[in-house]
């Protein structure tokens, strides 16, 4: 079965500076994985999914992560922060027709 | 293009009552995915409906139920409610045939049991 694991539960950093949310996943075959965020009180929104195309996938708001084989990662990563991107960050990889969601990591950026 | 819809947005139940949680998917898609969400956790996967019929299914209790309509709307039922069902109930929808196969989540329905 597949899973993931978000090696961070809560990561703080200050506006303008990068961002680095990690995940490791585990699967028995060529997965797909990605990425989503949710804002207080409002659903689940995707940044970004990959499929075994490009291993460096961009996304929305910035946001792109880096599929690494030989270290089974998904690392998402932006530049520079915003205040907006406050949120809690999932990591997902697809196991046959559903998700499996990682627990999640909750981003705060300090003014 | 209305995106995933949810009703109702919260809900309150006494333990032992059963609820109807109900989802509309994205225009053009053809299945729905049901989530649950208890606080601090990530999403945990309840089953999917694809063609009106439940085609895969996660670690629950058979006290959650639920049926796809011919419009691909979906229900999610849970009969004999304990407190520990208190959570954020979340619908995904995708297109069943698509290879990408992503989802596409609601905002969700906060049920509260008492």
């Known amino acids: 079965a597949q899973s993931v694991t978000q090696l961070d539960s809560h990561v703080s950093v200050s506006e303008g500076t990068p961002v680095l949310l990690r995940c490791n996943y585990s699967?028995?075959?060529?997965?797909?994985l990605f990425w989503y965020v949710q804002h207080p009180n409002k659903g689940l929104q995707l940044l970004l999914k990959?499929?075994?195309?490009?291993?460096l996938v961009k996304g929305i708001n910035g946001f792109e992560a880096e599929f690494k084989k030989s270290e089974t990662s998904f690392h998402l990563t932006k530049p520079s922060a915003h205040m907006s991107d406050a949120a809690e960050y999932f990591c997902?990889?697809?196991?046959?027709?559903?998700?499996?969601f990682g627990p999640g990591t909750r981003l705060s950026v300090l003014p | 293009d209305a995106g995933v819809t949810q009703s109702p947005t919260h809900l309150i139940k006494t333990r032992g009552q059963q609820v109807t949680l109900r989802c509309s998917p994205k225009?053009?898609?053809?299945?729905v995915s049901w989530y649950q969400q208890a606080l601090g956790q990530g999403p945990q996967f309840i089953f999917q409906?694809?063609?009106?019929?439940?085609?895969q299914r996660g670690n629950f209790p058979d006290r959650f139920s639920g049926h796809q309509f011919p419009n691909y709307s979906s229900e999610l039922n849970v009969n004999a409610l304990l407190l520990g069902d208190s959570a954020l109930y979340l619908c995904?929808?995708?297109?069943?045939?698509?290879?990408?196969?992503?989802?596409?989540f609601g905002p969700g329905t906060r049920l509260t049991v008492t």
């Open positions: 995904a929808s995708s297109l069943g045939s698509s290879r990408a196969n992503e989802q596409y």
């Open positions: 699967s028995s075959y060529s997965p797909s």
């Open positions: 990959y499929t075994s195309a490009a291993t």
């Open positions: 997902v990889v697809r196991n046959g027709q559903n998700f499996v």
């Open positions: 225009s053009g898609h053809d299945t």
């Open positions: 409906y694809y063609e009106e019929e439940e085609r």
